[in-house]
């Protein structure tokens, strides 16, 4: 099994709409998980921090479940400028490391 | 602001030349991260520095590619005899310490020719 699976998408949303995305990862005791956004030919760029079991940013939502191993990050409301791919950073990077591995992402193309 | 700055911003190199990437994380970060992004691929890591721990060498594709990390703060990325197949994007991050929140710096693009 891989450290950390996404699925890539895309998912193509109307504007305004509720949007999940999901993130599974190899087992960790670890509660740290991180979500960033990666805009076209730009750097990744921090979204959301969570050091417990969910965080919630305006119409941002991000939980973790560690009975079933994944993160999910929850987007209400969407925006056109929510179109991005979202990368998954899951508890202690998806495994027994000290390193940060980030999930392949998901691209979310929110459309007028 | 003092972010994760990286050099150069694009790089056009011969096939078979050497070449260094440079990052210089923000101030006080102890953890430091190069990461290699493909078109339209995800990131990939290539090594890892945490203190004056050994760095986690565990993501280098081959043994063409080394970093250094001196005195805990600047980073150089070494590519020796770059392919084709090394054109990327090559990332750099810094965090706090480890498993923090890592911060980008913008990239240096490489296109070897």
């Known amino acids: 099994r891989k450290e950390v699976e996404q699925d890539p998408g895309p998912f193509n949303v109307p504007e305004g709409a509720t949007v999940a995305f999901n993130c599974t990862y190899s087992n960790s005791a670890s509660q740290s998980f991180f979500w960033y956004r990666q805009d076209c030919r730009k750097e990744p760029k921090l979204l959301m921090s969570v050091y417990s079991s969910g965080n919630e940013d305006g119409r941002f939502t991000a939980q973790l479940n560690r009975a079933s191993q994944y993160i999910s990050l929850l987007i209400r409301d969407s925006k056109l400028s929510d179109s991005a791919t979202y990368l998954c950073v899951p508890p202690e990077g998806g495994g027994a490391t000290n390193k940060l591995i980030f999930g392949t992402g998901t691209l979310l193309a929110v459309q007028p | ?113």
């Open chain 2, 1 to 113: 602001g003092a972010g994760v700055s990286q050099s150069p911003s694009n790089k056009v190199t011969e096939k078979g030349k050497d070449v260094e990437l440079r990052c210089d994380p923000i101030s006080g970060h102890t953890a430091l991260y190069w990461y290699r992004q493909s078109l339209g691929q995800g990131l990939e890591f290539l090594i890892y520095f945490q203190g004056n721990s050994a760095p986690d060498k565990s993501g280098l594709p081959s043994d063409r590619f080394s970093a250094e990390r001196t005195g805990g703060s600047v980073s150089t990325l070494t590519i020796q005899r770059t392919q084709q197949e090394d054109s990327a994007v090559y990332l750099c991050a810094s965090s706090l310490v480890r498993n923090t929140e890592a911060f980008f710096g913008q990239g240096t693009r490489l296109t070897v020719v």
